[in-house]
């Protein structure tokens, strides 16, 4: 599978925005799909992953809900209430891992490019 990120961009403060992760490929049917993002000089975080329910950053819970559109082959993060902190290049990934390990980057094994998204103050 080849994945695909964009939808990141430019906004200030309490805006928000919406990521797109679109797949080719085969179908991401029965994989598991999560988010990553990488702020300037540090490590990749978890985001959100979606396996049937959702999983969730503790810094993004209430604020950012992923979904799947499997007519699309596409997976989702809407981005609602963004703060400054926010700013990253996001990731999405595709993993097989168990529920627990949902967090984990290094059980994932497909990349998107990545989509930088800026909040201003």
């Known amino acids: 599978v080849q994945l695909q990120a964009s939808g990141g961009g430019l906004v200030q403060a309490g805006g928000s925005l919406r990521l797109s992760c679109a797949a080719n490929g085969r179908s991401l049917g029965d994989l598991r799909v999560g988010w990553f993002r990488q702020a300037p000089g540090k490590e990749r975080e978890f985001v959100a992953a979606?396996?049937?329910?959702?999983r969730y950053a503790d810094s993004v819970k209430g604020r950012f809900t992923i979904s799947r559109v499997r007519a699309l082959n596409t997976v989702y993060l809407q981005m609602n209430d963004l703060k400054p902190e926010d700013t990253a290049v996001y990731y999405c990934a595709v993993t097989r891992t168990i529920w627990s390990a949902l967090d984990d980057s290094r059980q994932y094994t497909t990349w998107g490019q990545g989509t930088l998204v800026t909040v201003s103050s």
């Open positions: 979606i396996a049937g329910s959702s």
